[in-house]
């Protein structure tokens, strides 16, 4: 999986839990706490990204991506030592 298709999969995610987020047009600088979502959708966006690329890291590791493309390169580093 390279950034890109990480990047696409916390989009898809982030979409399923908040679905007012459907039509928005995610850039790599996005945040998602400023897009609205909450410490708890944070997780869940998180965590639904980790479970599909079969990538086991603590979430406390996630926590200093600012953006989403941030988060994208973080997982796709963590993914590569895989």
């Known amino acids: 999986m390279n950034k890109e298709d990480i990047f696409t ?3 898809q995610n982030a979409r399923e839990i908040m679905p007012q987020l459907e ?3 995610f850039q790599w600088t996005d945040s998602l706490r400023a897009l609205g ?3 708890i959708d944070r997780s ?3 965590m639904m ?3 599909a690329m079969v ?4 979430l ?3 926590i200093h991506a600012e953006n989403i493309g941030a988060l994208a390169a973080l997982l ?3 993914s590569s030592g895989k």
Do not use: C, G, Q, R
């Open 49 to 51: 990204t980790l479970e």
């Open 23 to 25: 039509s928005h047009e």
């Open 76 to 78: 796709y580093e963590k």
């Open 9 to 11: 999969l916390i989009t």
């Open 44 to 46: 869940e966006i998180v």
């Open 55 to 58: 990538l086991d890291i603590p």
């Open 60 to 62: 406390a590791e996630t």
């Open 37 to 39: 979502a909450n410490s």
